[in-house]
């Protein structure tokens, strides 16, 4: 009788931005305005990231820092995704609206990294710098039936015996 070895299967956070500001060159911006930089500060620091990379090359800071996240957590890799410029509806790339560009371009002149946490597919089949037309539904919508692939249910904490009664204080004379 033959046996399959069982791998246990890749736990990969599919939705990861990247954040930049263009410091290191990448053609990336970031538009901060009043309270906005402060809470741009204040979110790089809950991620242990100084507010002072925004003065600097913060794609390269993030990036960085993002490799010790993934590498200290339970993911074994993630999906890297830039952040687009806003468009009409035609198209057009509107670079006078948004907060945020961080192109997806520079990933097809960086040199391959020898460990690759992050892997960019940068020519993806599936972007559209268009907008959606027609009323068909998405491949993904239907799905296919596919066996075994249900979730499993598993308790949120472990179990404990809750608060247990006290004996009630005798009354005094």
Not at 116 to 135: D, H, L, R, V, Y
Not at 150 to 161: E, R
Request: zero cysteines.
């Amino acid at each position: 009788m033959e046996t399959v070895a069982k791998t246990k299967p890749r736990l990969i956070d599919m939705h990861v931005h990247m954040v930049g500001n263009g410091g290191g060159g990448s053609g990336g911006w970031l538009r901060l305005k009043g309270w906005h930089r402060w809470l741009a500060g204040f979110m790089l620091r809950q991620l242990g990231v100084p507010a002072s990379a925004l003065d600097g090359n913060l794609e390269a800071i993030y990036a960085a820092h993002l490799v010790e996240l993934v590498r200290d957590s339970s993911m074994d890799a993630i999906v890297l995704l830039a952040h687009e410029r806003v468009h009409d509806p035609d198209g057009t790339p509107r670079d006078d609206l948004g907060s945020m560009f961080v192109p997806n371009d520079e990933s097809k002149q960086t040199e391959q990294p020898k460990e690759k946490t992050f892997e960019s597919n940068a020519n993806s089949i599936a972007a559209s710098q268009g907008p959606a037309t027609g009323t068909l539904p998405l491949p993904s919508q239907d799905g296919k039936e596919r066996p075994n692939f249900d979730l499993d249910t598993h308790p949120y904490s472990l179990p404990n015996d809750g608060a247990q009664p006290q004996p009630s204080p005798t009354p005094e004379p």
